[in-house]
């Protein structure tokens, strides 16, 4: 499947920009999950004019959105790569989708665990992101946590670092695909939900609520949607330390043809920035395309 613009997230950032680029005749294909915006389950008191949950603002702004042609796959990005002068991804489903211009929005929160041990030995064994960290690992044992297809994804990935990779998983929802290829790769399956991270000074287990410890260097926490980081470093935009996206005045990114707008470009975070954002993004990815 081809398009002119591809927007990756579904929060207000995310769905201002698809009113605005689709509004300037450029096809505009929308992917995430609504549920995952971190606007969804939060009431909006601070944003002129709005006084309503995110769920409800949300879905007007989905509905807004396809009346001017855009279109939602509500599946999660799992690979992500540039091609020449477009940018190709793969949705849970196996979906490949490629385009010439494309708008990061998917925000910067990432789901935790919050078990004992987790924040203690965050940057000491404990990361939220496989790619960005999958180099200090080589020859190492590691272990993802994560019942999704970006935990299956991220497990594939670290088998051909480690020199021995766990998978924890206990609602495994993973598209059956990507669960096996990595399975295939040599990936060792746990069906426990983790109890807690242990270590001292670095990690080194990760007990399970059935009491099965396995001894680790690493654990990698894929909880969700790829993040944010995850898709940059795949078409060549290099996060900030904090994992935010850097943007100039049109939230335009390092790389032509890659915007971002929303919480991935830094602080505040707030719906009225975001949306602000998003207005920009579109208009200009939609002009990008359109060679203005």
């Given at each position: 499947m081809e398009t002119d613009v591809i927007i990756i997230g579904c929060g207000p950032a995310g769905l201002q920009a698809a009113i605005h680029s689709s509004r300037k005749k450029a096809r505009t294909v929308v992917l995430g999950k609504m549920a995952n915006s971190a606007a969804y389950d939060t009431d909006i008191e601070n944003y002129l004019g709005v006084v309503e949950?995110?769920?409800t603002l949300l879905a007007q702004g989905l509905s807004q959105a396809k009346t001017f042609g855009a279109e939602f796959i509500d599946q999660n990005v799992v690979s992500a790569k540039r091609e020449g002068d477009r940018f190709v991804f793969e949705t849970d489903d196996g979906t490949?989708?490629?385009?010439k211009a494309v708008i990061i929005a998917t925000g910067i929160s990432r789901k935790k665990l919050s078990i004992p041990g987790e924040s203690e030995l965050y940057g000491k064994g404990v990361s939220y992101c496989a790619?960005?960290?999958?180099?200090?690992?080589?020859?190492?044992?590691?272990?993802l946590v994560g019942n999704e297809s970006e935990a299956a994804a991220s497990a594939r990935l670290m088998t051909s670092y480690a020199s021995e990779t766990s998978w924890v998983a206990w609602d495994l929802t993973a598209n059956e695909s990507i669960a096996n290829k990595a399975l295939d790769a040599g990936v060792r399956m746990y069906n426990s939900r983790p109890k807690s991270i242990d270590g001292n000074d670095k990690v080194e287990s990760i007990t399970l609520q059935d009491g099965t410890v396995i001894p680790t260097d690493g654990v990698f926490i894929e909880l969700g949607a790829?993040?944010?980081?995850?898709?940059?470093?795949?078409?060549?935009?290099?996060?900030?330390?904090?994992?935010t996206i850097k943007?100039?005045?049109?939230?335009?990114?390092?790389v032509p043809g890659v915007f971002a707008c929303g919480d991935i470009t830094g602080k505040p975070w707030q719906v009225a920035k975001a949306v602000?954002?998003?207005?920009?993004?579109?208009?200009?990815?939609?002009?990008?395309?359109?060679g203005q």
């Open positions: 949950d995110g769920s490949v989708i490629s385009a790619v960005c960290d999958c180099n200090f690992y080589k020859g190492r044992r590691v272990v790829k993040s944010a980081a995850d898709i940059a470093m795949d078409i060549d935009v290099m996060p900030e330390m904090d994992d943007v100039d005045s049109g939230c335009r990114t390092e602000g954002q998003g207005c920009v993004a579109g208009m200009n990815a939609a002009d990008f395309v359109k």
